[in-house]
């Protein structure tokens, strides 16, 4: 009976080892599609429809953009084209996390993407932006991952901490001495903020990332396009401001609180707040995709006096930040044309 068993698990063991190797050797026979293409495209992408709208706006205003075809997988609608020359799809991520990074993965999956340039609204949390200001974060914060615990009955004012968050806020500690761009954690009543763990390939565990930075180069670019594009101004004909640089942050709320607001800047030092970008930035990073994404101010994330004016100000944000993102092409065209020439 010991040898029957020993022969049936060393079987098992034999096929659970070449089914690994098999695994290892082939993965491309499972997906997703590998591409090879040399000019591979740029991703524009908006989360919803004030954005897309004024991104569509401006490509039928100009003779050099073009939309040449359009398709709709699994619900999500591409539209295919060239911007002077370079290939680009557009698409709308959908609002919050889980439907920017789904449409984001998908769109990687399905097209040759290797840069992605993300425009949208968001509210401020500068107390120096209006709307209709600019940002350009160059790092994307999750904000609302997080634990939330009940107060301690023994001392007013603390909370009852599991043993892994009180070992993880060491860990910050320790890495915000090292890393000034960590959160300044400290917790919003019973909610305490955590980070959650990412895995991409060649890391052997998940890591804990407190942020995903935008790429340098396209930050870069950013800064010449601000010097580039026309002044840009509202309606009423107020100049804009635009900052490149910064933090943004991302979760899964509209927040219109100012005490939530406040913590914001605390904790994050953030410019902007919305629901798509830090999510995007992830799956980007995932992938070694690069990007960088502009956010307009449509509102004061709660900083206002009175009711949010969110839903008077999304399009016309929607159209200043578009004519920086143009703006940006314009640079992106100018260094693929130049590196075709090299």
Same mark, same amino acid.
């Given at each position: 009976?010991?040898?029957?068993?020993?022969?049936?698990?060393?079987?098992?063991s034999?096929?659970?080892?070449?089914?690994?190797?098999?695994?290892?050797?082939?993965?491309?026979?499972?997906?997703?599609?590998?591409?090879?293409?040399?000019?591979?495209?740029?991703?524009?992408?908006?989360?919803?429809?004030?954005?897309?709208?004024?991104?569509?706006?401006?490509?039928?205003?100009?003779?050099?953009?073009?939309?040449?075809?359009?398709?709709?997988?699994?619900?999500?609608?591409?539209?295919?084209?060239?911007?002077?020359?370079?290939?680009?799809?557009?698409?709308?991520?959908?609002?919050?996390?889980?439907?920017?990074?789904?449409?984001?993965?998908?769109?990687?999956?399905?097209?040759?993407?290797?840069?992605v340039?993300?425009?949208?609204?968001?509210?401020?949390?500068?107390?120096?932006?209006?709307?209709?200001?600019?940002?350009?974060?160059?790092?994307?914060?999750?904000?609302?991952?997080?634990?939330?615990?009940?107060?301690?009955?023994?001392?007013?004012?603390?909370?009852?901490?599991?043993?892994?968050?009180?070992?993880?806020?060491?860990r910050?500690?320790?890495?915000?001495?090292?890393?000034?761009?960590?959160?300044?954690?400290?917790?919003?009543?019973?909610?305490?903020?955590?980070?959650?763990?990412?895995?991409?390939?060649?890391?052997?565990?998940?890591?804990?990332?407190?942020?995903? $930075?935008? @790429?340098?180069?396209? %930050?870069? /670019?950013?800064?010449?396009? =601000? +010097?580039?594009?026309?002044?840009? *101004?509202?309606p009423?004909?107020?100049?804009?401001?635009?900052?490149?640089?910064?933090?943004?942050?991302?979760?899964?709320?509209?927040?219109?609180?100012?005490?939530?607001?406040?913590?914001?800047?605390?904790?994050?030092?953030?410019?902007?707040?919305?629901?798509?970008?830090?999510a995007?930035?992830?799956?980007?990073?995932?992938?070694?995709?690069?990007?960088?994404?502009?956010?307009s101010?449509?509102?004061l994330?709660?900083?206002?006096?009175?009711?949010?004016?969110?839903?008077?100000?999304?399009?016309?944000?929607?159209? $200043?930040? @578009?004519?920086?993102? %143009?703006? /940006?092409?314009?640079?992106? =065209? +100018?260094?693929?044309?130049?590196? *075709?020439i090299?």
């Amino acid at each position: 009976m010991f040898k029957k068993r020993s022969l049936h698990l060393l079987l098992i063991s034999s096929i659970l080892l070449m089914a690994h190797a098999t695994y290892a050797k082939d993965i491309s026979a499972y997906g997703p599609k590998e591409f090879s293409d040399k000019n591979k495209w740029t991703a524009i992408v908006a989360a919803y429809a004030p954005e897309i709208k004024a991104i569509d706006q401006a490509f039928d205003q100009m003779p050099d953009a073009q939309i040449n075809q359009t398709l709709t997988i699994k619900g999500v609608k591409y539209q295919l084209g060239a911007y002077k020359g370079e290939p680009v799809v557009i698409f709308t991520t959908g609002i919050s996390v889980p439907n920017a990074a789904m449409t984001m993965q998908m769109a990687l999956d399905y097209f040759p993407i290797d840069r992605v340039v993300m425009m949208g609204i968001a509210g401020a949390v500068n107390p120096d932006f209006q709307p209709g200001d600019i940002s350009v974060p160059e790092r994307w914060y999750f904000h609302d991952e997080s634990v939330y615990v009940n107060p301690d009955p023994n001392e007013e004012g603390s909370f009852v901490l599991p043993d892994y968050y009180e070992n993880a806020l060491q860990r910050y500690k320790k890495r915000r001495e090292q890393d000034p761009h960590s959160p300044a954690y400290e917790n919003f009543g019973f909610i305490h903020p955590e980070e959650m763990a990412i895995v991409k390939q060649g890391w052997h565990k998940p890591k804990q990332m407190p942020y995903f $930075t935008a @790429t340098p180069e396209l %930050i870069e /670019l950013a800064k010449k396009a =601000v +010097k580039a594009v026309s002044p840009i *101004n509202m309606p009423s004909g107020k100049p804009i401001q635009i900052k490149v640089g910064g933090n943004g942050v991302t979760g899964s709320v509209f927040l219109d609180n100012a005490e939530y607001r406040n913590w914001l800047q605390r904790v994050y030092d953030a410019q902007v707040t919305e629901m798509e970008s830090a999510a995007v930035g992830q799956v980007c990073f995932v992938n070694d995709v690069d990007w960088v994404i502009i956010r307009s101010i449509s509102d004061l994330a709660g900083g206002q006096h009175g009711k949010n004016v969110e839903n008077v100000f999304d399009g016309i944000a929607s159209g $200043t930040g @578009t004519k920086l993102m %143009i703006g /940006l092409l314009d640079q992106i =065209v +100018k260094v693929e044309k130049a590196n *075709n020439i090299l």
